[in-house]
């Protein structure tokens, strides 16, 4: 059984587009002259909150307040661009939101969340210690934990993949970074929905492993460390939906490295003129690496999210590669 229907998915875009419009999905003649591959860069560093999250939280929390069972808050842990989502959200249905992030989490994305009503609480090590602290603290509270997966997220993440399917369906491939999973779910699903053949191809950081480990055993696999600058992406413990999900539907999982992730980071800048985060980057690092083998075919990447650091891009420009 599908994630959702088509008709869960038309309600969940009538609930985005009061916060997101469509956004826009450009094929950049100065990547396809670079890679020699037709590339359609789908731009979701163009939603309010720089990543395809911004979609999630919005449908998350209405559907809480249609069931009536609105809770006192909500509280979430987060990297950034969840936790910017989940502020949202608890902001348009008028309750607060508690967002716990990783000690050095980026600075911009905590200056981010606390801008939209988030109260920011730093605590643990990465963001599965972050996890544990929130969990904790719900009850201390008596606050709704929202989880990273959840299927109403998913739904809302979702539409973006319906506006590119359906506006690029003769896409042969795409490619999309995994943190958490909702992003890649939700294009999967909706692929299999819509009946289309188009290849759909997980990214993760060489130093964050733990999907394409859990790809190759068949079954989650967590790693003890995910340290990657690309933060949206540093995850170290699968949950075995969103596991399932991508072990059934993604062609392959794709690991690119930090110094790849950076240096697509900077090629999106040159040929676009678009900042990229290191997840955002990640799924052009993946093409890239892949490029040999997508000969005379259109392939798809999904730059989410586009908020970086100005520290962390300075050193890109440079030619470096930050550190996690």
């Known amino acids: 059984m599908p994630l959702f229907t088509l008709d869960e998915l038309e309600q969940a875009t009538k609930i985005v ?13 100065l990547l396809a002259k670079r890679t020699g591959v037709k590339i359609v860069v789908k731009h979701e560093n163009h939603t309010p909150t720089g990543a395809f999250k911004a979609r999630g939280g919005i449908v998350y929390a209405e559907a809480l307040r249609r069931s009536g069972q609105l809770p006192k808050g909500l509280i979430t842990a987060t990297r950034g661009n969840h936790g910017q989502s989940v502020a949202i959200g608890a902001a348009r249905v008028g309750i607060p939101a508690v967002i716990v992030v990783p000690k050095g989490n980026s600075v911009e994305k905590n200056a981010a ?12 090590k990465d963001y599965d210690e972050s996890r544990v602290i929130a969990t904790q603290l719900q ?15 998913v739904i809302g993440v979702a539409t973006y993949a ?11 491939t795409i490619y999309v970074p ?21 290849n759909i191809v997980g990214v993760v950081a060489e130093n964050a492993p733990a999907f394409a480990l859990s ?25 075995s939906e969103p596991f399932d999900i991508v072990f059934k539907g993604a062609a392959r999982i794709v690991s690119v490295s930090e110094d790849e992730i950076a240096e ?6 040159t040929d676009t003129h678009n900042l990229a985060e290191g997840a955002g980057a990640a799924s052009l690092a993946a093409l890239i690496k892949e490029k040999d083998q997508l000969g005379g075919k259109q392939a798809g990447v999904i730059l989410s999210g586009g908020n970086i650091d100005m520290s962390a891009f300075e050193q890109i420009l440079r030619g470096e590669t930050p550190k996690a």
Request: aromatic share 6%; with cysteine.
């Open 264 to 269: 697509a980071s900077r090629i999106l800048y």
């Open 162 to 172: 319906r506006e590119l399917l359906t506006s690029h369906p003769d896409l042969d």
């Open 113 to 124: 969340m606390q801008a939209l009503g988030g109260e920011l609480i730093i605590a643990g």
């Open 139 to 153: 009850q201390e509270r008596d606050y709704l934990f929202v989880p990273a997966f959840h299927r109403d997220l």
């Open 178 to 198: 995994i943190g958490m999973g909702s992003g890649v779910c939700g294009l999967i699903t909706v692929r299999d929905l819509l009946g289309s053949k188009t």
């Open 17 to 29: 587009r009061t916060l997101v419009p469509p956004t826009p999905a450009y094929a950049w003649p």
């Open 215 to 239: 790809m190759a055993a068949g079954k989650p696999t967590p790693t003890k460390t995910a340290n990657t600058f690309a933060d949206g992406m540093a995850c170290r413990e699968p949950q």
